[in-house]
């Protein structure tokens, strides 16, 4: 099954927007990653988090990890066109990924 | 970065057939690979662990008979879907680990190929 839980599961902004993406997970974990997937292609790794950081910067991207919730956000500042893709968060520790959102960002 | 190689990106099989998907690393060697299933709008799916010089680990409800993993060297796992039919029709992705990190430690990313898209006609 999978771990994780993202919400939402689709997501359209305008360019220049900001795009706020949650997920959950079920068990406890050492690290949990962020990952975007253009259609019909493979996966590219976003930004590691470990469970004891609660934020990560990277470019335009911040994460954030809640370990008593469970939980992680992914914030894309700035949104262009080019960033329309599907996100997955995972679970370090299993692999596991979550539903993903599907963002589109309009131009 | 780091680079894996799948292949091939698409392949279309009569039913009954088996299709071979090849997974490698090319720039690095990796101890564990994984499979991963996904149909269209759907998260990826983990269907077995790869281990180099051993069986693979398979996840619940995943056929081994069905999806034989062959993971012989240090820098290539195997997928074959064995007499296919029309609902194994998917996106099949692999990822690799490279060699000494393990899971849950301090892991860096996992590296993916672009996939191989499956039509069981």
């Known amino acids: 099954s999978q771990q994780g839980e993202e919400d939402p599961q689709a997501l359209s902004i305008q360019e220049g927007e900001n795009a706020t993406m949650n997920c959950s997970y079920k068990?406890?974990?050492?690290?949990l990653q962020w990952y975007r997937q253009n259609s019909g292609r493979g996966l590219v790794h976003l930004i590691l988090?470990?469970?004891?950081?609660r934020e990560k910067h990277s470019g335009r991207l911040r994460v954030t990890l809640d370990t008593s919730k469970k939980s992680s956000s992914l914030l894309i500042t700035a949104s262009r066109a080019a960033d329309t893709a599907s996100y997955f968060c995972?679970?370090?520790?299993?692999?596991?990924f979550g539903a993903g959102t599907r963002l589109t960002v309009k131009p | 970065g780091a680079v894996v190689s799948q292949h091939p990106s698409w392949v279309i099989c009569k039913s009954g057939t088996s299709v071979k998907i090849e997974c490698r690393s090319l720039?690095?060697?990796?101890?564990?690979m994984f499979w991963y299933r996904q149909f269209p709008k759907q998260s990826l799916m983990l269907m077995a662990t790869?281990?180099?010089?051993?069986?693979?680990?398979?996840e619940q409800g995943v056929e081994k008979d069905k999806f034989l993993i062959n993971h012989a060297s240090l820098t290539l796992s195997t997928l074959t879907v064995t007499s296919a039919h029309p609902e194994d029709s998917s996106f099949y992705i692999c990822?690799?680990?490279?060699?000494?990190?393990?899971?849950?430690?301090?892991?860096?990313?996992?590296?993916f190929g672009e996939g191989s898209r499956l039509t069981v006609l």
């Open positions: 790869s281990n180099e010089g051993s069986k693979a680990t398979y």
């Open positions: 988090i470990r469970s004891n950081e």
């Open positions: 995972a679970t370090v520790d299993d692999m596991r």
């Open positions: 990822s690799a680990m490279p060699l000494g990190l393990a899971l849950g430690g301090d892991t860096g990313e996992l590296f």
């Open positions: 720039d690095f060697q990796a101890t564990t």
């Open positions: 068990t406890s974990i050492n690290n």
